[in-house]
């Protein structure tokens, strides 16, 4: 077995600790839809504006969302093309768990 480069392997630890929590993996699926504001995810979540301004920091923190202010209005999108990708192998994970 080959193995990989220790950066590399806290790198993609950090990744995985920025998406492990539910609230995180949920803001995750709403942005692969496309581009939210604040307001909207937070209704569409049915979370508080300060609990969901939480979960973005972090999620920002690790650089896996991005975002764009016009005026008041806060908008945050997916800055990470590899977060999509692990929470396309989860959901298929748990279709195949789901199955059995």
């Known amino acids: 077995m080959e193995y990989l480069d220790e950066e590399l392997l806290e790198e993609w630890a950090e990744l ?3 998406l492990a ?5 949920g803001i995750l ?19 508080s504006q ?3 301004s939480q979960h973005l920091g972090i999620l920002r923190s690790k ?5 764009k202010r016009d005026g008041s209005i806060v908008c945050y999108y997916i800055k990470d093309q590899r977060a ?13 768990w789901q199955g059995t």
């Open 16 to 18: 995985l600790k920025a």
């Open 29 to 47: 699926a709403t942005l692969i839809e496309g581009k939210q504001c604040v307001k909207n995810l937070s209704e569409l979540l049915k979370i």
């Open 50 to 52: 300060p609990n969901l």
């Open 21 to 25: 929590h539910p609230v995180r993996l």
């Open 84 to 96: 999509p990708i692990i929470y396309e192998i989860l959901s298929k994970e748990v279709t195949k």
């Open 63 to 67: 650089g896996v969302v991005g975002c």
